[in-house]
């Protein structure tokens, strides 16, 4: 007992011990507060009117897509993209959008502009890694009607798409 007394305070190891863990504490604390304030959170909307008239509008676009009876197939290997329409296909031959929106991370968002061949079918490349979860949006150029869904790739088999 008496070489513990002899020992300054700094050199044993209990006080150090009760000194970490509150310490340890702060350390995580201010760590969970950096997280939560480094900026806004892209998956909350501040402006819910806009949104709901935003909404209101998508809607039109996807009746529209059922008043033309749009209806395709997606085929999604490797790198390549393919959509084949089995009825109401676009009678310009214009090119489509294919929205690829990821459900949790705003960043990984891409698109890919796909043109019609010979046969009707509408083909890009990309060399973006497409594994996970999508949203997927067709619309043409002008976005007069919508075609989506969300879909988990990579797909063993073809994707419908039904408005």
Same mark, same amino acid.
């Given at each position: ?11 044993q ?8 863990i ?10 969970v ?6 900026g +806004?959170?892209?998956?909350?909307? /501040? *402006? ?8 209101? %509008?998508?809607?039109? !676009? ?9 209806? +395709?197939?997606?085929?999604?290997? /490797? *790198? ?8 109401? %296909?676009?009678?310009? !031959? ?7 929106y990821?459900? +949790? ?5 891409f ?23 999508w ?29």
């Open positions: 007992m008496e070489e513990l007394d002899s020992k300054p305070w700094y050199k190891f209990y006080p150090w011990l009760l000194i970490c509150p310490l340890s504490s702060f350390i995580v604390g201010g760590i507060v950096g997280y939560a304030t480094d +806004t959170n892209s998956l909350v909307v /501040d *402006d819910y009117y806009k949104e709901g008239k935003a909404i209101n %509008a998508r809607l039109d !676009k996807i009746e529209k897509a059922k008043e033309l009876n749009i209806t +395709t197939t997606l085929n999604i290997n /490797d *790198d390549f993209i393919s959509v084949e329409f089995l009825s109401g %296909a676009p009678k310009t !031959k214009q090119a489509l959008k294919l929205d690829f990821h459900v +949790t991370q705003e960043d990984k968002d698109y890919v502009l796909l043109s019609a061949d010979a046969n009707g079918i509408y083909r890009a490349q990309t060399d973006t890694s497409i594994n996970g979860k949203r997927l949006r067709l619309t043409p150029l002008d976005e007069s009607w919508k075609v989506q869904k969300t879909v988990i790739l990579p797909a063993s088999a073809a994707i419908k798409f039904n408005p």
